[in-house]
């Protein structure tokens, strides 16, 4: 697997941030930056967040955005917005939405602030997109892992609440 980077836009300046997995936690992966990443077995298996990503992507956010974060006539290409936009700037836009930036007229992303079947997976979306963003992952759904009982009990917990 080569090395992946996203490309990310601070006060103005382009900086490449490293896709690159360095540190774990229940096996959720994060960058030098502290950033969730993906990562994947040297089978070619992803981890539990990059796989269950690409599974809550699928049932939340393909319906506007698209199959695999490409995009449609009235939402925008994920897997490039990712190259534009940092992490903190995507968890910004998912809860709180944002009007007419993608296209002047009636380009609405709602705001998912609240709803517990996006917000309690948002890590794993994010995880999934940056790895479509860097060409990281193909189409199609990720090399299925072994259940993580770990995250998928915080999972069920998240939504419990």
């Keep these: ?13 382009v900086a490449l941030a490293d896709s690159t997995a ?12 502290d950033v969730p990443t993906y990562k994947f077995a040297e089978d070619g298996t992803a981890d539990w967040f990059t796989w269950r990503g690409y599974k809550k992507y699928t049932a ?24 534009r936009i940092d992490y903190y700037k995507f968890t910004e836009i998912v809860s709180s939405g944002q009007q007419n930036v993608w296209h ?3 380009s609405i992303m709602p705001a998912w ?17 940056r790895g479509r963003s860097d060409g990281a992952i193909d189409r ?3 090399k299925r892992p072994a259940i993580n009982t770990a995250a998928r009990d915080e999972e069920n917990a998240c939504l419990a609440e």
């Design 1 to 13: 697997m080569t090395l992946a980077t996203a490309v990310v836009v601070c006060a103005g300046t």
């Design 22 to 33: 360095v540190s774990e936690d229940a096996g959720k992966w994060f960058d030098a930056d």
């Design 60 to 83: 939340n956010c393909f319906q506007c955005h698209g199959p695999d974060g490409l995009g449609s006539s009235f939402a925008p290409n994920l897997a490039d917005s990712l190259k």
């Design 104 to 106: 002047p007229e009636n």
């Design 113 to 129: 602030g609240t709803d517990k079947n996006v917000m309690c997976f948002l890590d794993s979306i994010y995880v999934y997109l």
């Design 140 to 142: 199609g759904e990720p």
